[in-house]
């Protein structure tokens, strides 16, 4: 989900291109009633039909996963902080460096960083945002640690090191 997230949030058209989301497929029982159940072999049928037809490079989600996107996207764009940030860069830009101490290559990707290499943006999706569990995760996931790791990379890489918001 955390994919389907970033390609909506950062690269709308070419998530509204590549994915596409999977219909309720009906068919007939043997009985000749309709149904939408999976065991019908009418209702296989539709489905390979369908997944038959799809481009090479078109994914498909559920309708709740992309009602889903739909909610992040419309909760993220009803903030002008959000809007201004994202309307001025690109997304996904990637760095490597040396770290100065240890000599140990480290490669970082920005999900999106301003031209003027002010702000990078890092989108993180969760199952709770509530202030304990989003705590709990930034623990466990060392998200300090990859702040700090992000911050270096951008200013040996790009001359700057962002501001933090």
Known sequence: FGVLA???????KDFLADYITEPVFRGLTQDGKETTS????????????????????????????????GF???????????Q???KEGRPEVRGQFKDPATQIGVT????????DCNTWVDLK??????????????????YDLQCEMHNKGNELVF??????S
């Not at 970033?6 to 709308?12: D, F, I, P, R, S």
């Not at 970082?108 to 031209?115: E, G, S, W």
Request: charged share 30%.
């Open 6 to 12: 970033h390609k909506a949030v950062l690269e709308g």
């Open 125 to 142: 999706t969760c199952a709770d945002s509530s202030d304990h569990a989003f705590r709990r995760s930034v623990e466990e996931r060392r």
């Open 84 to 86: 201004e940030i994202l």
């Open 108 to 115: 970082f990707a920005n999900d999106f960083l301003t031209f």
């Open 72 to 82: 992040i996207m419309e909760s993220l764009l009803a903030h002008k902080f959000v």
């Open 38 to 69: 999976a065991n019908a072999k009418s209702v296989q049928a539709a489905k390979a039909e369908w997944y038959a037809q799809l481009k090479p490079n078109q994914k498909v989600v559920t309708q709740e996963e992309y009602d889903r996107i």
């Open 159 to 164: 001359g700057k090191r962002p501001r933090v």
